[in-house]
């Protein structure tokens, strides 16, 4: 069952704000990466996108396999508690389904602000199997009530180390939202020993022509889409010891199988930071 069978007219209980008629960049996501949660204005937008630039797909995906191995990565580590900003629509390899396959009793809350995201993730907790994971509604650019809602649901224990996962959410958050502020202000509340996961895009890679194209596509979205370079991608991490190999493409980032030729020209950038 697709989105639009999961809410068609006359099912009860649709939220009232998914606005299908605007595209929303998780359900262009999804489909980037092959779902059926999503829309003919999302479908129709995010091939705008992939028209402007084929690599968005590609792109999708090899952020999706960073994801997998950085939170294995982690789960390694010790780490057995996630706090996941900006999930995303529920697909293969989530966060705690990565980290419960190393750590059977890893905790996980996912936090997003997007209702078409919780109603999706909510209805995947439902099922059996998911252990200690829950999904709660917050948004990023307000980092200190977003902590206030995590601790009320009081599943995450703040003072052993967590992974905090920032996985391609940070690029929708413009300048003036001050993502910087909301990363530090997550980390400041975390203790010695977290982790941070991150990926972020970048326009480093892209003619300023297909740039501006795509961002066009997003301007008319719900959210914008802001490539930062990597050198700002790396502020993000100040503060913080990075893991091997630093801030790369995120095929480059322990790659499981030697990367594609052109995987260092990746419109994404990744890594994992460990808090002193």
């Known amino acids: 069952m697709g989105y639009e069978d999961m809410w068609a007219p006359g099912r009860t209980g649709a939220p009232a704000d998914l606005r299908p008629d605007i ?5 262009m996501y999804d489909y980037y990466l092959g779902g059926k949660d999503n829309f003919p204005a999302d479908r129709a937008a995010a091939e705008k996108a ?5 690599e968005f797909r590609s792109t999708a995906r090899a952020n999706r396999g960073f994801l997998t191995r950085a939170v294995r990565c982690l789960a390694e580590l010790g780490i057995d508690q996630f706090l996941d900003v900006g ?3 529920p697909t293969v390899g989530n966060t705690h389904e990565i980290a419960r396959a190393a750590t059977p009793n890893a905790r996980v809350v996912y936090v997003d602000n997007d209702p078409i995201v919780l109603s999706h993730a909510r209805a995947l907790m439902a099922g059996a199997g998911h252990g200690r994971t829950t999904v709660i509604q917050a948004d990023l650019r307000r980092p200190d009530p977003l902590l206030d809602a995590v601790r009320a649901v009081d599943l995450l224990d703040f003072s052993r180390p967590v992974g905090l996962v920032l996985a391609a959410v940070l690029h929708f958050l413009r300048d003036e939202d001050e993502p910087y502020r909301a990363v530090a202000t ?4 975390l203790p010695s020993g977290s982790h941070l996961v991150l990926s972020h895009g970048t ?3 892209i003619p300023p022509a297909v740039r501006d194209r795509v ?9 914008p889409l802001v490539g930062r370079s990597r050198a700002e991608v790396h502020a993000f991490f100040d503060g913080l010891d990075l893991l091997d190999p630093g801030v790369v ?5 322990r790659p499981d199988t030697p990367p594609a030729t052109d995987a260092e ?3 994404m950038y990744g890594a994992v930071a460990r808090k002193p």
Do not use: E, M, Q
Not at 23 to 27: G, K, V
């Open 203 to 205: 326009a480093d890679f």
């Open 249 to 253: 493409t995120v095929p480059l980032w």
């Open 215 to 223: 961002t066009g596509v997003y301007d008319k979205a719900t959210a």
């Open 87 to 89: 999930t995303g629509i």
């Open 265 to 267: 020209r990746v419109s």
């Open 50 to 54: 992939l028209a402007a630039n084929p």
């Open 23 to 27: 595209p929303h960049p998780a359900r």
């Open 186 to 189: 997550l980390l400041d509340a």
